[in-house]
């Protein structure tokens, strides 16, 4: 059973191939090869793409069709895609899947480019910047240590520095997805944890309630009070 809201965990299953872009008015089908998760695929699945969530139009023997909408060819780096082009594929999280990486929505909130590669030990360190029009969406939430997604590759965040970030991957990551073909100046897309975007929102939202019982009367004191988030605050709402 597939969970509601097709999540993903930014662990890619298989890297496929692009076998056509057909170029539409205002969007593009892609025409993809894959193995792997073609075992169980049907109609209407969601499959991340580059990490990117598209939902299958088409299914043949080895390969799928999807369509990419103009907000989604604005926003990642499906856009770039050519025929014989590889992406990263992962089918959406199922109830009885394990989380190995970070729930992963799909949704990117943008590009980064790749400024820099340097190999540490038996690792890669990748360096990125954050394309300017879109680090309203994302700096913010860039957090050392943190979760993110590049190109639907759940990473950790080992360093952030003024509109980029750094990410270490090792050798498997670089081996099983498409991460080893990335070059400088190469665009990846990005998604932010998800988690992030709700702490800040119930942060947003207790301040708003806390500014509106202050005008109906509640006290200053009771109001700090209330907006005390910390810790113990954020387990109970669950996090």
């Keep these: 059973m ?42 209407g699945d969601s499959i991340s793409t580059n990490g990117v969530c598209l939902t299958v139009s088409k299914v043949g023997t080895n390969n799928f069709v999807a ?12 856009r770039y895609l050519t025929t014989n082009s590889w992406v990263n594929l992962e089918r959406a999280l199922r109830l009885s899947d394990r989380l190995g990486g970070h ?22 360190i990748f360096n990125f910047q954050v394309v300017e029009e879109n680090e309203r969406n ?45 070059q400088v100046g190469n665009y990846v897309n990005i998604e932010v944890d998800i988690i992030g975007k ?12 806390n500014g509106s019982a202050s005008t109906t009367g509640t006290s200053d004191k009771k109001a700090k009070i209330d907006s005390k988030i910390d810790i113990n605050r954020l387990r109970e709402l669950g996090y």
């Excluded at 298989?14 to 169980?40: R, Y």
């Excluded at 800040?200 to 708003?208: G, I, N, T």
């Design 2 to 43: 597939k969970v509601g809201g097709n999540l993903f965990t930014g662990i890619v299953e298989e890297v496929g191939k692009v076998l056509s872009v057909n170029q539409g008015p205002n969007s593009i089908s892609l025409n993809i090869q894959a193995e792997k998760i073609m075992d169980d695929i049907k109609l």
């Design 67 to 78: 369509d990419v909408m103009p907000e989604t060819l604005r926003r990642s780096n499906l």
């Design 103 to 124: 729930f992963v929505s799909g949704h990117v909130d943008g590009v980064a480019k790749v400024i820099s590669r340097k190999h540490e030990g038996n690792a890669e």
């Design 138 to 182: 994302i700096q913010k939430y860039l957090v050392e240590k943190g979760s993110i997604a590049v190109d639907g590759i759940s990473l950790t965040i080992v360093a952030c520095e003024g509109d980029g970030f750094s990410v270490s991957i090792v050798p498997h990551s670089k081996e099983n997805t498409i991460l080893e073909t990335r």
């Design 198 to 209: 709700y702490v800040e929102k119930l942060l947003f939202q207790e301040k708003q309630d």
